[in-house]
């Protein structure tokens, strides 16, 4: 059983950063990607980025490279994703996902990942 948890979402000004986590319990988190997608409301869940299992491989949403950082702490069963300079475009609600093997040599999407999170709202106000 693969149980996720977010956390950190809120509310931050434009340009401003705001950092997330997701908490896995799982018995070998290393055995796990991970990634981060956003919905907004009437839109499909977009990717945001992704990590492998030792976090040597990432890939980006073109949208947020540059600007956002996935990470993984496998000695604590956590993955992050810093916000940097956050644009109102930005404001969804952020769910962490995981499987226990992606391709990262083809197009990552919802369908990527078995396992879900509930969801944090991020709100970037302008």
């Known amino acids: 059983q693969v149980q996720l948890v977010e956390s950190g979402g809120g509310l931050v000004q434009a340009g401003g950063s705001l950092s997330l986590s997701c908490t896995v319990s799982v018995r070998i988190f290393t055995n796990y990607a991970l990634g981060w997608f956003r919905q907004t409301p009437g839109k499909e869940r977009e990717f945001v980025a992704a990590i492998n299992w030792n976090g040597v491989i990432t890939r980006y949403a073109d949208s947020v490279k540059g600007r956002f950082n996935i990470s993984r702490d496998n000695a604590k069963n956590t993955m992050f994703l810093q916000m940097n300079s956050l644009k109102a475009e930005d404001t969804a609600v952020y769910y962490c996902?995981?499987?226990?093997?992606?391709?990262?040599?083809?197009?990552?999407?919802?369908?990527?990942?078995?396992?879900w999170g509930q969801g944090t709202q991020v709100t970037v106000s302008s």
């Open positions: 996902a995981a499987d226990a093997w992606i391709s990262f040599s083809t197009e990552i999407g919802p369908r990527s990942f078995s396992h």
